[in-house]
């Protein structure tokens, strides 16, 4: 029965530091106890081997799912990794999206200050040409012709302002077109750019040109004959050409090869700048019927919407094309606007209503003297307040107040003068001095602090670039009784309900005549009676001083 080792420990090696580990353990105490009971107990070696497997089987068992576990524990964790990268991966597009965003929204902005400062880039000029503005000039050239003169350098400048505006702006399916015909432009421009400098640099140093540039360029001749064949189309026209080129050379037709092997080279330039062109054409008409409609703000709202519906009909319409650059357009569309102004001239006036007889007619001389009249008093009431309020301002604080102001200290973040809308107006009373003196409420100067509680929840919920709502901390009271009729009786405050109000309650301040009692709200919360929490309450000089804070609550969970 005696085994070498178990679950694959021994009793040299063993976490649980047992030298007996391999050997059977027999309940000696327990058997003898079921036979002197009378019970059946099976203590054979067959039984207890047979237990024995029973046992190693069912650890066995723990083991194995002990390791599933594992293994699924490590799968969930990876799998979660996995989610977590995902997760950081999209913010991180996201933020990269809003980052290109950003950088075109200021790209437009840099644009419009250099064209409003004179210092003009061509991707300005491009911009111009898309989005016209009431306050910059209408370019009239071709947009395409803003790479003429560029160096190298520029020309690449370019190329990188056009990749980002043709990456970011979609606010239109125009202007995708227009700036993928541009890119389509500038990448041919920019080539002819560098194989010009190739050349320049090869004659300066007496070389032959590069075989690229060779390849590249074509004979004299023939780039006359393509310039003078494609110049001058439409983008249908040179569509339409392209397909029968296309359809001969696939089927053996055409007899010169390289002849229009060279025009399909070329074909898709002139397509981009004959689209350049209606979009510049387009865009043309569409400013002129704006400038012509200034002055019927709905006419052009709708002339605008008509246009836009109508944007790619006009680019495609083979009629007009020849007739696109002509001035017989604009006169056209200019004819047709002040007809149309014509026809519905009047229509903006307002129909003239029959009333009753019976009714009072207005005089309009009256009316405008009434009004001139009412405006006048409105206007004298307010300089009457303002002169009031400058008056208040002017005025200089009594020594009382003077020496309230030293009691209380400067001016602290977070304080404010408090009193003059918080005083509560009470009930009539009556005196039995009232003869002798006259009854009148004494002067105040008060201070209420505000400022923020940093408790455990303001800490947890709130920082200082966003702090917690301010809380009132404290009152500071200065109750002016230099005439009082008995001195050596002194003034006594008293905490009065503010009706159903809980949050808020009264402070009644009472000292005898000549004076009236007076009475402020203030928040209803415990005080700090200690001094050294700043309470204060003394009567010197014939002024009260009432200083008080409130008590500050812990957070507890």
């Not at 009065?496 to 005898?512: L, N």
């Not at 009475?519 to 050294?532: A, G, L, P, Q, T």
Request: hydrophobic content about 30%.
């Amino acid at each position: 029965m005696k085994a070498n080792a178990v679950s694959g420990y021994s009793n040299d090696s063993n976490p649980f530091g047992d030298p007996n580990l391999t050997e059977n353990f027999v309940w000696r105490k327990k058997i003898d106890r079921a036979v002197t009971e009378g019970q059946k107990v099976d203590i054979s070696v067959k039984a207890e081997k047979k237990r024995q497997r029973e046992r190693m089987a069912e650890i066995e068992k723990v083991k194995k799912r002990r390791e599933e576990r594992a293994i699924e524990k490590a799968q969930h964790e990876e799998e979660m990794a996995l989610l977590a990268r995902e997760r950081a991966r999209a913010e991180f597009q996201d933020w990269e999206k809003k980052e290109e965003e950003f950088h075109f929204d200021q790209s437009k902005f840099r644009s419009e200050i250099r064209l409003r400062e004179g210092r003009t880039k061509p991707i300005d000029v491009l911009l111009k040409n898309l989005n016209f503005a009431d306050e910059f000039d209408v370019e009239l050239n071709e947009p395409y012709l803003v790479f003429k003169g560029l160096t190298v350098k520029e020309m690449e400048e370019l190329h990188d302002d056009i990749k980002m505006h043709l990456d970011l702006d979609r606010e239109s399916q125009v202007n995708v077109k227009y700036w993928e015909a541009l890119m389509v432009v500038c990448d041919w421009e920019l080539g002819e750019a560098r194989k010009r400098d190739a050349v320049d640099r090869a004659r300066v140093r007496g070389e032959e040109p590069p075989r690229e540039v060779e390849e590249r360029g074509l004979h004299a001749s023939i780039e006359g004959d393509v310039k003078n064949l494609l110049e001058g189309k439409t983008s249908t026209e040179l569509e339409e050409m392209q397909n029968q080129i296309e359809s001969q050379m696939r089927s053996g037709t055409a007899k010169v090869v390289e002849y229009w092997e060279a025009i399909l080279k070329r074909l898709h330039i002139y397509k981009a700048k004959a689209c350049l062109r209606e979009i510049h054409a387009s865009l043309l008409r569409k400013h002129l019927h704006r400038l012509e409609n200034a002055g019927a703000p709905e006419q052009a709202v709708e002339a605008d919407e008509e246009l836009d519906t109508k944007e790619e009909d006009v680019m495609h319409d083979e009629e007009e094309d020849d007739k696109r650059y002509s001035p017989e357009p604009i006169e056209h569309i200019a004819e047709a606007a002040e007809s149309h102004l014509d026809e519905e001239d009047g229509s903006f006036s307002p129909e003239l209503m029959h009333g009753n007889e019976d009714e009072d007619a207005i005089d309009p001389d009256e009316d405008k003297a009434e009004l001139d009249r009412q405006r006048e008093a409105v206007v004298t009431e307010h300089q009457r307040k303002v002169k009031e309020v400058m008056t208040a301002k002017a005025k200089k604080p009594d020594e009382l107040e003077l020496k309230a102001m030293k009691a209380m200290g400067a001016m602290e973040e977070g304080d404010a003068v408090f009193g003059s809308g918080a005083e509560v107006n009470l009930d009539s009373q009556v005196y039995w001095w009232h003869d002798k003196y006259r009854p009148r409420k004494p002067k105040y100067f008060n201070r209420v602090h505000t400022g923020y509680e940093w408790n455990k929840y303001n800490q947890t919920h709130y920082d200082h670039d966003n702090p917690p709502p301010k809380i009132v901390q404290g009152y500071k009271f200065n109750i002016f009784y230099p005439d009082l009729v008995d001195k050596s009786k002194a003034p006594i405050y008293t905490i009065e309900k503010d009706g159903s109000a809980g949050e808020t309650c009264h402070i009644r301040f009472h000292a005898g005549p000549p004076y009236e009692d007076i009475s402020f709200r203030i928040v209803n919360k415990e005080w700090e009676y200690s001094h050294k929490k700043g309470f204060k309450c003394t009567f010197e000089r014939g002024i009260l001083h009432l200083y008080f804070n409130f008590k500050r609550y812990r957070y507890r969970r």
